[in-house]
């Protein structure tokens, strides 16, 4: 499927790159709990769902992932809503720049519409 994909002008593959990152770097944080591979996972996730619509599923399920492992460690609530907004605020800045510059949006155009 590479092979016949490589030679053709399709995002399939850039999105099949960044929805593995990030579940890669979920898994990671998973693993390690460090901060750092959730907001490199919320990146990902924000660069699949700005590359296309349907890959919201993306972090959606990444999303289900977490709250899951939260849930697995017990959690408090102020770190529930600390990792999901962390993780939230990260995939949706990243995923609204990227629509920003593919669709040559700039912060002016919101202000002086």
């Known amino acids: 499927m590479v092979w016949v994909l490589g030679g053709w002008a399709y995002n399939d593959l850039t999105l099949v790159f960044y929805q593995m990152a990030a579940l890669y770097a979920f898994l990671t944080w998973a693993q390690k709990d460090e901060r750092s591979w ?5 990146i990902f996730c924000g660069l699949a769902a700005g590359c296309k619509y349907t890959a919201l599923v993306c972090p959606l399920a990444i999303g289900l992932l977490v709250c899951w492992r939260l849930l697995r460690q017990r959690a408090n609530w102020r770190r529930w809503l600390g990792t999901l907004a962390l993780f939230g605020v990260v995939m949706f800045l990243v995923a609204v720049g990227i629509l920003a510059i593919f669709l040559g949006l700039t912060f002016f155009d919101y202000l002086f519409r």
């Open 38 to 42: 959730l907001v490199v996972s919320a």
